[in-house]
């Protein structure tokens, strides 16, 4: 089944305590990017990434860190996190290189910072 | 900078409507325009993808139309159930820095 997986979907943690948020596809898409989904705010993208080894930053890249070493996991890094990365988080692929193709998301992560 | 705005934010309609959302973005350089849709706790789903050349795509019940000089989009619902009711999104894609921009959303709730 093709599918977005991210892990985990749900966290608590404390603040300053580093945490990576996994996200894995399995379609051979070349696009992939985080966004973030916040009440009032709507979604937000984090940072994206057009092929391996190319990532670039969206509209809210503070505080993230992102990798792209394979085609098909795209990490989201929390080096030091703080009370206001407390969110849901969304991880979503694309064929496209250019994103011009239809988007597909994972089931969210919902991240809560203490 | 793409803003995208949707109205309204919410609505409340009986089963059997047929219904009209509105989505509109202040630049029309665009690669694309998407409709989704978000069931609480859930992520997106995508509904219907409009390239740019495109006025207008269908999916069943669904329609979406996009005129890009005027920079709108409706996704038109016909004969709504109570299935259909959860959050859309319409997401815009622009030319410029290859940037996603998601607009507000419109919660919709279908009465029996």
């Known amino acids: 089944e093709a599918q977005v997986t991210q892990n985990p979907r749900y966290l608590i943690t404390v603040t300053g305590k580093k945490l990576t948020v996994t996200c894995s596809q399995n379609m051979n898409h070349e696009y992939m990017s985080w966004y973030r989904q916040d009440p009032g705010l709507g979604l937000r993208q984090i940072y994206y990434?057009?092929?391996?080894?190319?990532?670039d930053k969206g509209d809210v890249p503070e505080g993230y860190k992102v990798s792209r070493k394979e085609k098909r996991n795209f990490p989201l890094i929390l080096e030091s996190p703080s009370p206001n990365q407390t969110s849901l988080y969304f991880c979503?692929?694309?064929?496209?290189?250019?994103?011009?193709?239809?988007?597909?998301f994972g089931e969210g992560s919902r991240l809560t910072v203490l | 900078k793409q803003e995208v705005t949707q109205i309204p934010a919410a609505l409340s309609v009986p089963e059997g409507e047929n219904l009209v959302l509105n989505c509109s973005f202040t630049?029309?350089?665009?690669?694309?325009l998407q409709w989704f849709r978000q069931d609480p706790g859930k992520g997106l789903t995508s509904l219907l993808l409009?390239?740019?050349?495109?006025r207008e795509q269908t999916s069943g019940r669904l329609n979406a139309s996009l005129d890009k000089s005027s920079g709108r989009s409706t996704l038109y619902i016909a004969a709504s159930q109570p299935g259909d009711s959860a959050t859309y999104l319409c997401?815009?894609?622009?030319?410029?820095?290859?940037?996603?921009?998601f607009g507000g959303g419109t919660r919709l709730m279908v009465k029996p």
């Open positions: 979503a692929s694309s064929f496209s290189r250019l994103n011009t193709g239809e988007l597909f």
């Open positions: 997401a815009v894609f622009s030319n410029a820095g290859n940037m996603l921009t």
């Open positions: 990434s057009m092929n391996v080894e190319v990532t």
């Open positions: 630049d029309s350089a665009i690669y694309n």
């Open positions: 409009i390239q740019s050349s495109q």
